[in-house]
Nanobody, 115 residues
Framework: QVQLVESGGRSVQAGGSLRLSCAAS????????MGWYRQVPGKQRELVAT???????NYADSVKGRFTISRENANNTVYLQMNSLKPEDTAVYYC?????????WGPGTQVTVSS
């Protein structure tokens, strides 16, 4: 059973930076996708940035040029560097893994950006 643990979420002022981390453990065999989603109350969870097996990355248009996803394969860890944060980036950020067709989610970490 894959387990995901996020860290790094906190409150920050607009224009600031944060780095989120997510470590995957337990039953890691063949990760197809690993990355980050976010959700605000009353809205659907949305993609922020992901790695696709083979090396491709996907970014939401709203974060392109401001957020960067990176990873350490040896430790099954993925990071999200968030720069130039805006109040609309406020959300719960979830780590996500798809392995062999099954989705796994972390418990989420709150990011709050104040104006």
């Amino acid at each position: 059973q894959v387990q995901l643990v996020e860290s790094g979420g906190r409150s920050v002022q607009a224009g600031g930076s944060l780095r989120l981390s997510c470590a995957a453990s337990g039953g890691i065999v063949w990760i197809n996708v690993m990355g980050w989603y976010r959700q605000v109350p009353g809205k659907q969870r949305e993609l922020v940035a992901t790695f696709i097996r083979g090396g491709n990355t996907n970014y939401a248009d709203s974060v392109k040029g401001r957020f960067t996803i990176s990873r350490e394969n040896a430790n099954n860890t993925v990071y999200l560097q968030m720069n130039s944060l805006k109040p609309e980036d406020t959300a719960v950020y979830y780590c996500y893994v798809n392995q062999r067709g099954r989705d796994y989610w972390g418990p989420g970490t709150q990011v709050t950006v104040s104006s």
